[in-house]
């Protein structure tokens, strides 16, 4: 089954940007669905953005909507999250996760997905 493993977070200032990464293997990531999700200390997993096998769709929570861009390059088994405009309230541990889908199948639900990654800390400054 697919292994993923998160890089790119760290700590920046309110308005800066930080672009995530998460590599896939063991697995072709283009069998999957995949998201980022992120948790704040003392809440929930939230979900942040999905993209498609073949990343025709794409979802984005409202809180991110206009500053986050979703990609993946399957041919590198990559997934990625460009976050501009970041926000102190944007600070939280993001992880990467993904589940065998069909095409175009997308979720935002955190037991949809069966394949996480350990996580990568992002701190923003005010």
């Known amino acids: 089954q697919v292994q993923l493993v998160e890089s790119g977070g760290g700590s920046v200032q309110a308005g800066d940007s930080l672009r995530l990464s998460c590599v896939a293997s063991r697995s072709p990531l283009s069998a999957y669905a995949v998201a980022w999700f992120r948790q704040a200390p003392g809440k929930d997993r939230e979900f942040v953005g999905s993209?498609?096998?073949?990343?025709?769709?794409?979802q984005y929570a409202d809180s991110v909507k206009g500053r986050f861009i979703i990609s993946r390059d399957n041919a590198q088994n990559t997934l990625s999250l460009q976050m501009n405009g970041l926000k102190p309230e944007d600070t939280a541990v993001y992880y990467c996760?993904?589940?065998?889908?069909?095409?175009?199948?997308?979720?935002?639900?955190?037991?949809?997905?069966?394949?996480w990654g350990q996580g990568t800390q992002v701190t923003v400054s005010s």
């Open positions: 996760a993904a589940f065998t889908a069909v095409t175009g199948e997308v979720s935002r639900t955190v037991d949809r997905y069966r394949h």
């Open positions: 993209i498609s096998r073949a990343g025709t769709v794409r």
